[in-house]
Structures are given as structure tokens and as C-alpha cells.
């Protein structure tokens, strides 16, 4: 059974930084990616960040671009480093991950994972 346990949510001020976490189990495709995806309140799920099984390649929405950064460990476990935030940035955060083979669909569309965590809150105040 696959598990993604998020962590490291919370509240920053304006510029402040954070760190999420995203620890798997259970988890054992090798292949395809793994994603951070957010959701505002009243708004869609947004993918924000991505990157493939083995780290070769990731993939950033252009608002968070230059200031949030995905990494991958061993362990296949995912991080999201996030910097210079703002109030746009508020959102429930949400670790996903691909369990099967989907081509020739965006690494930031949520249609390509199969597996999510129950997410974490980010706050941000201006």
C-alpha cells in the first residue's frame, strides 16, 4: 500500500521561508515523477512543481519559478524548498506520485498521479 505523509507546513511571514516534506511507502515505480501540487481556497488544484523518479529532470509553474525548488532523495521521499514567499503562495500543499505510465500529459497536471498525501497548510501574511 502506498503511503505520502506530508510535513513541514505552517505559517511565515512575507519573504520568510519554508520547507515541506513529503515521505513515501510503500512506493516503488520506478519511473514517471513525483509532484508538489497546491490549492487555494475556492480554487483548483494547481501542480507546482515536479520531478522524475531519479531526479534527472524537474519541472516548476511559472509562478513559483526561481523561488521554490523540488528535490529527491534515495528513498524516493520529495522536498520543497520554498523562498521569497507572499500571500499567493497561501495553500494547502500536497505531495503526489505516479503509479503507472502516462504519455504525452503535462508533469503538472494532476491527471498523471495516482497516489496523494492528505497535505499540508501553508500560510503566508502580507
Known amino acids: 500500500q502506498v503511503q505520502l505523509v506530508e510535513s513541514g507546513g505552517g505559517s511565515v511571514q512575507a519573504g520568510e521561508s519554508l520547507r515541506l516534506s513529503c515521505a513515501t511507502s510503500g512506493y516503488t515505480y520506478k519511473s514517471g515523477y513525483m509532484a508538489w501540487f497546491r490549492q487555494g481556497q475556492g480554487k483548483e488544484r494547481e501542480g507546482v512543481a515536479a520531478?522524475?523518479?531519479?531526479?534527472?529532470?524537474t519541472y516548476y509553474a511559472d509562478s513559483v519559478k526561481g523561488r521554490f525548488t523540488i528535490s529527491q532523495d534515495n528513498a524516493k521521499n520529495i522536498y520543497l524548498q520554498m523562498s521569497n514567499m507572499g500571500p499567493e503562495d497561501t495553500a494547502m500543499y500536497y505531495c503526489?506520485?505516479?503509479?503507472?505510465?502516462?504519455?504525452?500529459?503535462?508533469?503538472?497536471?494532476?491527471?498523471?498521479?495516482?497516489?496523494w498525501g492528505q497535505g499540508t497548510q501553508v500560510t503566508v501574511s502580507s
Open positions: 503526489a506520485a505516479q503509479g503507472a505510465p502516462v504519455p504525452q500529459m503535462s508533469t503538472l497536471s494532476k491527471w498523471r498521479y495516482k497516489y
Open positions: 520531478i522524475s523518479n531519479g531526479g534527472s529532470g
